[in-house]
T-cell receptor
Framework: GNSVTQMEGPVTLSEEAFLTINCTYT??????LFWYVQYPGEGLQLLLK?????DKGSNKGFEATYRKETTSFHLEKGSVQVSDSAVYFC?????????????FGKGTHLIIQP | DTGVSQDPRHKITKRGQNVTFRCDPI?????LYWYRQTLGQGPEFLTY????????KSRLLSDRFSAERPKGSFSTLEIQRTEQGDSAMYLC???????????FGDGTRLSIL
């Protein structure tokens, strides 16, 4: 079945630092890839997505590129802000004959210090 | 913009009791999903509906769990004879189609005493 591995947290950075959160996946076929974010006290929100190889998803300064050859979808941001502090979840969805639910990683807690 | 709504936000009950949660998806979203999230983990898929039809159930969904979406709009998730291990956040999500992103509600936190 599908699985997602993402780097363990917490990840603590200073404001304006460069961010990378690694995510790799195993899946059959050609899954769609997602990053969701959960801010303190709030529900999961879709941050960005990519549906095919070499696609780049982007939103709010965050980017992630669908790398089929390395089965990766790493999240990056050039300059983080305190308001980016949250838990980030990488997820994969394979739509094709089986369950269409998302498979999530365990989440990476990001802490940005001023 | 009306998002996915879940009720109640928090449910506290004694072991052995039955509980029912409700989810109201975004209007016109055909797909509705249920997930369970425990502390420090990502959400785990439980089941999903295409309109009123329940199309897939995870192995996590034991016989004590049942979900319905009778008119293809709101959905309910019932847990019978609750156990300590059922304590978790239960999340509902909806999407327009299977290819579209899922939008999540704020969840129902279940605490078993």
């Amino acid at each position: 079945g599908n699985s997602v591995t993402q780097m363990e947290g917490p990840v603590t950075l200073s404001e304006e630092a460069f961010l990378t959160i690694n995510c790799t996946y195993t899946a059959t076929g050609y899954p769609s890839l997602f990053w969701y974010v959960q801010y303190p006290g709030e529900g999961l929100q879709l941050l960005l997505k990519a549906t095919k190889a070499d696609d780049k998803g982007s939103n709010k300064g965050f980017e992630a590129t669908y790398r089929k050859e390395t089965t990766s979808f790493h999240l990056e941001k050039g300059s983080v802000q305190v308001s980016d502090s949250a838990v980030y979840f990488c997820a994969v969805m394979y739509s094709g004959g089986g369950a269409d639910g998302l498979t999530f990683g365990k989440g990476t807690h990001l802490i940005i210090q001023p | 913009d009306t998002g996915v709504s879940q009720d109640p936000r928090h449910k506290i009950t004694k072991r052995g009791q039955n509980v029912t949660f409700r989810c109201d998806p975004i209007s016109e979203h055909n797909r509705l999903y249920w997930y369970r999230q425990t502390l420090g983990q990502g959400p785990e898929f439980l089941t999903y509906f295409q309109n009123e039809a329940q199309l897939e159930k995870s192995r996590l969904l034991s016989d004590r769990f049942s979900a319905e979406r009778p008119k293809g709009s709101f959905s309910t998730l019932e847990i019978q004879r609750t156990e300590q291990g059922d304590s978790a956040m239960y999340l509902c999500a909806s999407s327009l189609t299977g290819e579209q992103p899922q939008h999540f509600g704020d969840g129902t936190r279940l605490s078993i005493l």
